[in-house]
């Protein structure tokens, strides 16, 4: 009998076209799942960004409750910019009158609002600090930056206030009252109840005002951190249209949409216009840039905008939070960030 040697044998392994046949599947395989896992990822962030703007609306309805009226956006007085007498311009946003709202109660208390303006607090421990705060709680976890900036000694936020179809503070054509002297006197709205929205400069809205009913009502949105603006003085309109005007001097240092929560003289860091749709590209002139005429006081077109496909997280005055579509009805979308214009807004 043939006895079969066995010991000559070796075990057969792969050939190199099947192996590249094995990394072509895994490779497949990586391909379907990675835009399931990167979509999962987004929801969640989605989810906390709604979530953050829920607190937010939270927030917003306690103080009414304390104060008898949402908070104001800034507060400047007749005398603003002037170094004599009561100027009622500290600059502190309606972020920073929220904070004892959010469980941030430490940083209002260090917060002098007698300070004007605010930044000239010699306290150390006081403005400094509080300004320079990352609060987690302000940032959309969908946002690329995570809360960096070209200002790392302030903190930033995602989440700006609604004026209106407006370009300015407030919605009179005369939007300032005073004598505008050598220092920049009188920025402000001539009354509390003469902006649009419900949160903007000087105002003093309750819900009694907004007789469109607050669940037709938005109060805030988001706002794509970082977004640059170009500063272009007394040439608004040359660059709304495409037009190239010479950019001055502020838009290379305050150049940046939310780059922070508690500063409020700029609008660039609290506003959002409805003039224009969210995430509208329209806007987007000067190499990419907003326009501004002045980011101060306006004019500006600042538009809600946000790294979430599709649309942008709005809080509504009854504390609600609706996700908008890109695709939303100019009309219905001005109507919504109108407290009191009596339109029917319907389904949105």
């Not at 079969?4 to 099947?18: D, M, S």
């Not at 990675?34 to 979509?39: D, E, K, N």
């Not at 005007?245 to 508690?262: E, F, H, K, N, R």
């Not at 407290?339 to 807004?345: E, F, M, P, S």
Request: proline letters at 6%; one cysteine or more; glycine letters at 10%.
């Amino acid at each position: 009998m043939q006895t079969r040697n066995w010991r000559g044998l070796r075990p057969r392994g792969f050939t190199l076209i099947e192996l590249l046949v094995v990394i072509a599947i895994i490779a497949v395989l990586i391909a379907l799942l990675l835009p399931a896992v990167q979509q999962a990822r987004e929801a969640a962030r989605r989810s906390q960004c709604k979530n953050n703007l829920k607190q937010l609306g939270l927030a917003l309805h306690n103080y009414h409750e304390t104060a008898g009226a949402f908070p104001p956006a800034a507060i400047r007085g007749a005398n603003c910019g002037s170094s004599t007498g009561p100027t009622r311009c500290n600059g502190l946003s309606f972020m920073a009158r929220l904070t004892p709202f959010f469980d941030q109660a430490a940083i209002y208390n260090v917060l002098n609002f007698s300070v004007e303006p605010a930044w000239n607090d010699t306290n150390p421990n006081g403005y400094a600090v509080a300004s320079a705060a990352k609060l987690p709680l302000l940032v959309c976890p969908s946002d690329p930056l995570k809360g960096a900036s070209k200002r790392p000694d302030l903190g930033p936020t995602s989440y700006i206030a609604c004026v209106g179809n407006t370009d300015n503070w407030c919605a009179d054509p005369a939007w300032f009252e005073g004598q505008m002297g050598a220092n920049n006197a009188a920025y402000i709205c001539k009354s509390p109840q003469n902006g649009l929205s419900v949160v903007f400069g000087n105002s003093k809205t309750n819900i009694a005002m907004i007789t469109d009913g607050t669940s037709n009502t938005m109060v805030l949105s988001e706002c794509t951190m970082g977004w640059p603006y170009v500063q272009q003085d007394n040439a608004f309109a040359t660059c709304l249209s495409g037009g190239t005007v010479a950019q001055t001097s502020y838009g290379s240092l305050y150049d940046a949409m939310g780059y922070s929560w508690i500063y409020a003289n700029g609008m660039q860091s609290w506003s959002f216009s409805t003039l224009m749709k969210p995430n509208d590209p329209v806007v987007v002139a000067q190499n990419n840039n907003l326009c501004v005429g002045s980011p101060w006081v306006g004019p500006a077109r600042f538009r809600a905008s946000s790294q979430h496909t599709g649309g942008v997280h709005v809080v509504l005055c009854d504390g609600g939070v609706r996700f908008i579509s890109d695709n939303i009805n100019l009309t219905v979308w001005q109507n919504l960030g109108n407290r009191a214009d009596g339109n029917v807004i319907g389904d949105f």
